[in-house]
């Protein structure tokens, strides 16, 4: 496993993220810690997850589950880099959510109950709260980690302005501020590369990428389709049949290089010089040995410029749209 810092932080952190979001609604207990067991193997440190997390399970299901798994100890919470988020609502009274320094300290002392641990190493903004101003966000946050409660911030989902209007703010506190941002990032969807990008390279913030591959569309969707191996509805297939297309080309691109398009699509983020990491979202531990393989795969110059070609990305802003 390769590591490297996380943003400008001394913290080092796996080129992979391990996504927990399916433990608890599709993945069991029992095989949630037999993957979070095989991470460890492989070297993956870096686990992410969200207290709203645990779908039709109940909010706060997947913490719990991880919670439970650090509690039998042998080291499991000392080697893990733990990352988690707020904002979502976690009841219906008032300021049962978003970041105001009432919700900070109530969702914060919430997750460490349910994830069993004395302190956060990420607490993550799961989304922009347009109602808070950043002195209250900040001063909260502050006082957690006067109080050891978290190490670092992070965010997810903000727009490049969000980002730079964090950093300023933390600035004129003399506070570190954001060390990552979790964006949506894929192949198919590179809207971040106009300016959540040159905002967080310019901050100092490691990009966390979720959505790797798409929803699936991205792991050879085509020929499991053709194999009756995967079946999509909605706008699964929707967006399937817009880009069936640039589809059908990746694939037969990965099957050219000799890789699985997975791989692919894991490695060509591994090899964008913002992102930190891509989040893996494994509902078992075949899935979670499958993604591991992009370790291993090095895309040259003329790979990635093909890939280019098929899923065109974007010009920083404001050249992707004037001189």
């Known amino acids: 496993m390769e590591y ?11 080129r992979l993220a391990l996504g927990t979001m399916n433990f608890g609604p599709q993945t069991s207990e029992e095989d949630s810690f037999a993957i979070m067991d095989a991470a460890h193997e492989y070297g993956i440190n870096y686990f992410d997850t969200a207290n709203v997390y645990g779908q039709h399970r109940g ?6 589950i991880i919670g439970d798994w650090f509690s039998q100890g042998d080291g499991r919470r ?3 880099v733990l990352a988690t988020k707020l904002y979502g609502d976690m009841g219906d009274w008032p300021n049962d959510g978003k970041l105001s320094a009432l919700n900070i300290r109530r969702a914060l002392d919430a997750s460490l109950s349910r994830l069993k641990t004395d302190h956060i190493d990420i607490y993550q903004f799961h989304h922009v709260d347009r109602e808070t ?7 909260a946050m502050e006082v957690a980690v006067a109080q050891g409660k978290i190490l670092y911030a992070g965010s997810s989902n903000f727009a490049g302005w969000h980002i730079a209007t964090a950093q300023a703010e933390a600035r004129k506190r003399n506070y570190t501020g954001l060390v ?11 809207q971040v590369e106009l300016e959540v990008l040159p905002a967080a390279q310019a901050n100092g913030v490691g990009v966390i990428a979720w959505s790797p591959l798409h929803g699936g569309l991205l792991g050879g969707v085509l020929r499991k389709q053709n194999e ?25 691109f990965a099957e050219e290089l000799g890789h699985e398009p997975g791989d692919i699509a894991l490695a060509w983020l591994l090899a964008q010089p913002a992102v930190t990491a891509p989040i893996i979202g494994p509902r078992t531990s075949e899935q979670l040995d499958a993604a591991v393989r992009a370790l291993d795969v090095t ?25």
């Open 4 to 14: 490297t810092h996380l943003g400008r932080s001394g913290l080092k952190v796996s």
């Open 59 to 64: 909010k706060g299901a997947t913490e719990t």
């Open 78 to 80: 000392e080697r893990t």
């Open 133 to 139: 101003p950043w002195d209250e966000i900040w001063q």
């Open 180 to 190: 990552s941002e979790q964006s949506i990032y894929n192949l198919l969807t590179r």
């Open 228 to 252: 009756g191996k995967r079946r999509l509805e909605g706008r699964a297939a929707e967006t399937l049949e817009k880009h069936r297309d640039a589809v059908e080309a990746y694939e037969a």
């Open 299 to 323: 895309l040259d110059e003329a790979a990635l410029a093909r890939l280019d070609e098929i899923f065109p990305g974007h010009k920083t802003a404001p050249e992707d749209y004037a001189w």
